[in-house]
C-alpha cells in the first residue's frame, strides 16, 4: 500500500514536539501577516466569543512563534482577551520556526478551527504565505490568463478579486463554463471572459448565465463587447 506523504517534516515534529506551554503577555503578541483581517472583524461569531471570554476567560490554548512573537492560531481569542482588559493568555510557544514551517503549522491549526474561505486564502496567497495545491494552481492560472494582455494584470486583477472578497477559484470556474459554451479554449478567450467578469459583470453573473442556458452568440457579443448580456431567450426543459 502506498504511504500518504507526511504534512510535517521530521524538523517540525520535533520542534512541535518541545514547544512550551507558557503565560504570555498579549502586548508583547504580533499579528501575523498571512492572517486575514476579517477573520478577527466584530461580527456575530466574534461578538459571541467577546461575550464568552468576558465570562470565563481564554479557555483554549493560542500558539506563537517565541522568536518573532508572531500568533500562529488564536488572533480571535487574544482580540477578544483584549477587548475584555485581559493582559495574559496562556499558550505554547515553537522555538526556531523557519517561516516555511510557521505558515506550515498557520494553515494546519487555522483550517482546522475556522475553516478558511476562499477570498481568505487569496489573502495568504499574496501574502507569500501557502495555501492548498489546488487553490495555488487556481491563482497561477489566474495570473497567466491575465498576463497574455498585458504582464502584471494577473497579478492586479487577484488584487481586485482580493478586495471584493471573492474566490479565485470562482472566476477560474466562470472561465472554464464559457469557453465550454462558445466552444473555445484559447488564452485569448480566456482573457476576454476574465477581463470581462473583472470590468463588467460578474464571476457568479457567468455562471448563472450559464445555468439558465443562455445562448453562446448572446454570451459572446458581450463579453466580446466589454457590455452586459442584452436579449431573451427560451429556456428549454431537459
Not at 112 to 124: M, V
Amino acid at each position: 500500500m502506498k504511504k500518504n506523504k507526511p504534512i510535517f517534516s521530521a524538523k517540525l515534529v520535533e520542534k512541535i514536539n518541545n514547544r512550551e506551554l507558557v503565560r504570555v503577555r498579549i502586548s508583547r503578541l504580533k499579528t501575523d501577516p498571512n492572517n486575514p483581517p476579517e477573520r478577527v472583524a466584530t461580527n456575530r461569531d466574534f461578538l459571541t466569543l467577546r461575550k464568552g471570554v468576558s465570562e470565563l476567560g481564554v479557555l483554549d490554548t493560542i500558539h506563537f512563534c517565541g522568536d518573532t512573537m508572531l500568533k500562529i492560531n488564536g488572533h480571535r481569542r487574544v482580540e477578544a482577551a483584549r477587548q475584555n482588559g485581559i493582559t495574559h493568555v496562556i499558550g505554547y510557544r515553537y522555538d526556531d520556526l523557519t517561516e516555511e514551517e510557521r505558515s506550515i503549522l498557520f494553515r494546519h491549526l487555522n483550517e482546522t478551527s475556522l475553516a478558511l474561505t476562499g477570498s481568505q486564502k487569496l489573502h495568504i496567497f499574496l501574502n507569500g504565505g501557502l495555501v492548498d495545491t489546488d487553490f495555488e494552481k487556481a491563482c497561477h492560472d489566474l495570473i497567466r490568463i491575465g498576463d497574455s494582455i498585458k504582464s502584471g494584470t494577473g497579478m492586479k486583477y487577484l488584487e481586485t478579486i482580493r478586495n471584493r472578497r471573492k474566490s479565485p477559484r470562482t472566476f477560474m470556474i466562470g472561465v472554464q463554463e464559457y469557453c465550454k459554451v462558445v466552444d473555445n479554449n484559447s488564452m485569448k478567450t480566456k482573457s476576454k471572459v476574465l477581463d470581462w467578469m473583472i470590468n463588467v459583470g460578474t464571476a457568479h453573473r457567468i455562471k448563472a448565465l450559464v445555468g439558465l442556458k443562455c445562448p453562446a452568440r448572446l454570451l459572446k457579443k458581450a463579453v466580446d463587447g466589454k457590455k452586459p448580456v442584452m436579449g431573451t431567450w427560451e429556456i428549454t426543459a431537459v
